[in-house]
């Protein structure tokens, strides 16, 4: 099992960041990537950003330029900094770990309002 908390949200004005974190604890060695989520109202859940264990990362075309992913293996964490906020990117952002056993794990989720 892995247990992931997310932090980091809240309301910004757009041009501005935030940057998400998400720690996690439990069975991290079974973890082969870690990816953030969004839901905004009315929408699908979409894949935001994704990032291997080997570092290799992965944006949606709306978010690219302006979004980065990292993760600190020491401290059971991976950020999703967030620039050039945009009222569109307001949604619920997720933390999401997927397992070689392609097992996934969720956060519960933070919220992300970008006003204009």
């Known amino acids: 099992q892995v247990q992931l908390v997310e932090s980091g949200g809240g309301l910004v004005q757009a041009g501005g960041s935030l940057r998400l974190s998400c720690a996690a604890s439990g069975n991290i060695f079974s973890i082969k990537a870690r990816n953030w989520y969004r839901q905004a109202p009315g929408k699908q859940r979409e894949l935001v950003a994704a990032i291997t264990n080997g570092g290799s990362t992965d944006y949606v075309d709306s978010v690219k330029g302006r979004f980065t992913i990292s993760r600190d293996f020491a401290k059971n964490t991976v950020y999703l900094q967030m620039n050039s906020l945009k009222p569109e990117d307001t949604a619920v952002y997720y933390c999401?770990?997927?397992?070689?056993?392609?097992?996934?794990?969720w956060g519960q989720g933070t919220q992300v309002t970008v006003s204009s």
């Open positions: 999401n770990f997927k397992s070689w056993s392609e097992h996934e794990y």
